[in-house]
């Protein structure tokens, strides 16, 4: 069966998709002994010969995924070419190249998904699949009922309004308050940027659930990989998701919550799958 040069080399761990295709672009990627620099050519795992940089491509690696808590002031990508600390200074032990799903900003905690999938991570990170991420947000003030109907309902941003989200009082601080918030788009700073639309800046975010994945126990700067059944549960999600695609079948958008009563209430403990 044949397949794209670049999601081959991918597979392999050897590089994240895009980088595969600048290797290409380069010349640096041989196939049967010549030259490719075409990105749309495709090859036979079974039958070709690749090689890049002069070396034999390895066979594929199994898929690995890695769930990691990642602390403030931390990148989250695997370089910085200002030499700030990054996720890749975090996964001491882990052999197999892995390629973070989606970035938290340089301020921002909590649970990130890192795997070698390339294909899940594309279907996880497409906006038309609305996989919800669910924040812990400490914000300075304390929101109105009708400001949090705002945020339910979508607020204009510059680019664009923002599909609904599900707000929930979690406790007040001081001056103060904690939201748990979830969202199932992943634009830039979005969440701040939904606060800051009704008028609350964020003092901090942690994002403590992301589809069937949750936070859990794990402490800041520690990571564990994905057990067997959460592993089982993302690869069911994509392909629920690309299925009703397929079918022609709406995507099944998070339903707006219901008005809840006054008052503050901690939120149940999120169990991990």
């Known amino acids: 069966m044949e397949v794209r040069l670049q999601k081959l080399i991918a597979g392999t761990g050897l590089a994240s998709r895009r980088k595969a295709e600048a290797m290409i672009a380069e010349g640096r990627v041989m196939v049967n002994g010549r030259v490719i620099t075409e990105l749309g050519t495709k090859v036979d795992p079974g039958r070709d ?10 066979s594929a690696q199994p898929y690995v995924y890695v769930l990691l808590n990642k602390p ?4 989250s990508t695997l370089d910085d070419p200002g030499g700030r600390p990054t996720v890749k200074n975090l996964l001491h032990g882990v ?3 892995v390629f973070p799903v989606g970035r938290l900003d340089f301020d921002s905690e909590g649970l990130m998904l890192l795997t070698n999938h390339g294909d899940l991570a594309q279907a996880l990170l497409h ?3 609305h996989v919800p991420k ?3 947000i400490k914000v300075k003030g304390v929101l109105t009922d009708d400001e949090i109907r705002q945020l339910e309902q979508g607020v204009k941003l510059e680019d664009g309004m923002t599909s609904p989200a599900a707000v929930k009082k979690v406790k007040k601080a001081e001056a103060n308050s904690w939201l748990e918030v979830t969202i199932g788009e992943g634009r830039k700073h979005q969440v701040k940027r939904m606060l800051e639309v009704v008028g609350h800046a964020v003092l901090k ?3 403590v659930r992301m589809g069937p994945l ?3 126990d794990l402490a800041p700067g520690e990571f564990r990989f994905l057990t067997d059944r959460e592993a089982n549960a993302l690869r069911a999600l994509v392909e629920q998701r690309l299925t009703s695609e397929q079918e022609g079948q709406p995507m099944r958008r998070r339903r707006k919550p219901s008005r809840r009563p006054a008052g503050w209430a901690r939120p149940k403990r999120a169990r991990a799958l």
């Open 49 to 58: 010969h690749v090689k890049v940089d002069g070396k034999h491509l390895t």
């Open 134 to 136: 669910t924040y812990l």
């Open 214 to 216: 949750s936070l859990g």
């Open 205 to 207: 975010l942690v994002r």
């Open 127 to 129: 906006p038309r699949y």
């Open 72 to 75: 403030k002031h931390v990148m």
């Open 95 to 97: 052999s197999v190249r």
